[in-house]
């Protein structure tokens, strides 16, 4: 088996396939098959992506970058804004679970996440509602 480098230690993959699986995130957004890493019907939907910051410290073990989360409602608009809030933070939380599951062999260790700033309302330009946060994830090879 090949050791991995700081380099293999992706958030966002190890994220993704988290929510894809966890049940909470399911139950938050209406059903299954609501997280991926694009906006995409079924809604609501919660986008997974690499964020704008983080800490990289030294490149050398461990490292904080940060990755966002959005969850949009249906262009039509529905869920409401508030609705819509609650789905995230459910979800935002359903993503923290992952610092207490076993660690998989070949993936990266993952030791933290807590958000890195605030919960933004920022609809797009046609109007389909969306709120978006992020976390920072502390992990390691």
């Not at 995409?40 to 461990?62: C, K, Q, V, Y």
């Not at 459910?90 to 990266?108: F, T």
């Not at 309302?121 to 992020?134: A, F, H």
């Amino acid at each position: 088996m090949t050791e991995l480098t700081l380099a293999d230690a992706d958030p966002v993959s190890a994220l993704l396939a988290w929510l894809q699986e966890s049940t909470a995130a399911a139950e938050a957004l209406g059903g299954p098959g609501r997280v991926s890493g694009i906006s995409e019907a079924p809604w609501p939907h919660l986008r997974i992506s690499h964020g704008p910051g983080g800490d990289l410290r030294d490149l050398n073990w461990a490292i904080a970058p940060e990755v966002t989360l959005e969850v949009y409602g249906d262009p039509g608009g529905w869920p409401g804004q508030a609705e819509l809030r609650r789905i995230l933070l459910r979800c935002a939380r359903a993503a923290q679970d992952l610092v207490e599951a076993p660690h998989v062999p070949g993936q990266p260790v993952i030791s933290g996440i807590k958000p890195s700033g605030l919960l933004v309302w920022s609809p797009l330009v046609d109007g389909q509602p969306r709120w978006l946060m992020n976390l920072s994830v502390t992990l390691h090879p």
